[in-house]
């Protein structure tokens, strides 16, 4: 497969214009023309990433932290940064980020957290886009109905939630008269042709409505085709940061912070009245500071990485109690789930996860139960 198609189906699921503006999502390095076969999958870019991918015999490298965030002006190779470019390149290896995309996702970085925090009834915290459904429809001779029909589908069309291949098919009859200069697919030039036509109407969104309605007119067997696309009112997705859900029971926040360091294995920082009861929980993976005021709104706890004491005592003013989490911690359930679903979206690929990014911040591991 090449990189590029596995570029434009990661696309489709998780779109790239859904990034922040200050981000830095998509290609990062590399050939996209490439063929891959393998897939390392990886929080972040680090040397033990690079020797795990070749060791695996990757070709690709799919990160969730953008390789390149900020502009660079020198590539000096005996840096680590420029190290890890020399590497990345002697090794042919290609370099994908999905960031503020994934995490916008209804699978995305905070889901998986909130999975893990074992919450129920999940809702995003802050919604950002709704993503907006299309009816297309194009009339097309009988002969070639199926043809593009499957074009339209391969292309995305006709997916609605848990279900895809939705599409609905009129029979009808279609007239034209071709004029002089035109190339009828049917009929002569200057007679009125009549033909048996068939309407074919799927769902597309706008992530993926020019996608199809190229692939359709390149299925399509007229000159000219004729196609309209009408906006639909029922929604069909949501995009958002943060999750809030709900503890089957309620608990102290002292014993709920002692099972999460032994769940996560990793030192927490407890913000609030330790035998305050919680059963409303938000969560944002990564650095969830800015969701403060809207988790204080809407929950009792609020579980995040790397909040600065300042900002937690913006939570505890606002009545909320914090537990924080190292950065990572909050973001490698996503990472393993991102892994999972591109092995379902890409099962002729072998999609590995990376192990090798923990070497950075080994020294910490003192869980909370134990100290
Ligand atoms: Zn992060």
């Not at 390149?218 to 000219?224: D, F, N, R, T």
């Not at 099972?259 to 990793?266: D, G, H, M, T, Y």
């Not at 990564?286 to 909040?307: K, M, Q």
């Amino acid at each position: 497969m090449l990189a590029s198609e596995i570029i434009s189906e990661i696309n489709r699921q998780v779109p790239e214009r859904l990034q922040e503006s200050w981000d830095n999502c998509g290609l990062q390095l590399g050939d996209a023309n490439q063929s891959v076969n393998r897939v390392m999958v990886a929080l972040e870019m680090t040397h033990g990433v690079i020797d795990e991918a070749i060791e695996k015999r990757c070709e690709m490298i799919i990160t969730h932290h953008p390789f390149f965030f900020t502009s660079i002006r020198s590539l000096d190779f005996t840096s680590v940064r420029g190290k890890l470019v020399q590497r990345l390149i002697e090794n042919k290896l290609i370099v994908y980020s999905a960031h503020t995309n994934l995490d916008q996702m209804p699978f995305g970085i905070s889901d998986a957290l909130a999975k893990r925090l074992g919450l129920e009834s999940i809702k995003f915290l802050q919604g950002t886009s709704v993503i907006k459904g299309y009816k297309l429809s194009t009339y097309v001779p009988e002969t070639h109905a199926k043809e593009v029909l499957f074009a339209m589908m391969e292309a995305g069309a006709g997916t609605l939630r848990n279900y895809t291949h939705c599409s609905f098919a009129l029979e009808g009859i279609g007239t034209f008269r071709a004029l002089h200069g035109a190339r009828p697919f049917l009929g002569e030039v200057n007679q009125l042709a009549e033909v048996k036509e068939i309407k074919l109407e799927v769902l597309v969104t706008d992530v993926n409505r020019e996608q199809v309605i190229r692939e359709m007119l390149k299925a399509h067997p007229y000159e000219v085709a004729a196609y309209d696309l009408f906006a639909m009112e029922n929604s069909l997705g949501e995009t958002g940061y943060g999750m809030v859900g709900e503890r089957g029971e309620s608990i102290s926040l002292a014993d709920y912070a002692d099972e999460l360091a032994n769940k996560f294995a990793c030192p927490i920082s407890i913000y609030g009245d330790r035998n305050r009861q919680v059963k409303i929980i938000s969560c944002c993976g990564g650095e969830g500071a800015d969701l403060i005021p809207i988790a204080a709104g809407s929950s009792d706890l609020y579980v995040t990485g790397d909040i600065r004491a300042s900002k937690a005592q913006m939570a505890i003013e606002a009545g909320l109690a914090l537990l924080v989490l190292p950065h990572r911690e909050t973001e490698k359930p996503g990472v393993e789930q991102f892994q999972e679903l591109l092995q379902e979206w890409f099962s002729d690929l072998k999609i590995f996860g990376s192990n090798a990014d923990d070497l950075l911040e080994m020294s910490w591991a003192i869980p909370f139960a134990e100290r």
